[in-house]
């Protein structure tokens, strides 16, 4: 599945979570964006952010959208 900019349909506005998985754990951000990365929309990519060391920011292919860090 394939996301174009200004479809009809808006992906990543129908939910999201946000997951904090502690300091020190950015092999569990690594780990779950592995597990959901297939077919998503990748609107930030793995890396550091001023709030985390580790944080990764897509949208899965049923629309769902995601924020991991630590």
Request: with cysteine.
């Amino acid at each position: 599945m394939s996301f174009e900019a200004g479809s009809a349909r808006n992906p990543g506005n129908t939910m999201q979570f946000c997951l904090h998985f502690g300091v020190g754990n950015a092999d569990r951000v690594r780990q779950g964006f592995e597990a959901l990365k297939e077919g998503s929309l990748i609107l930030y990519p793995i890396g550091p952010v001023d709030y985390s060391p580790c944080m990764v920011d897509f949208v899965d292919k049923f629309g769902v959208r995601w924020c991991l860090f630590e």
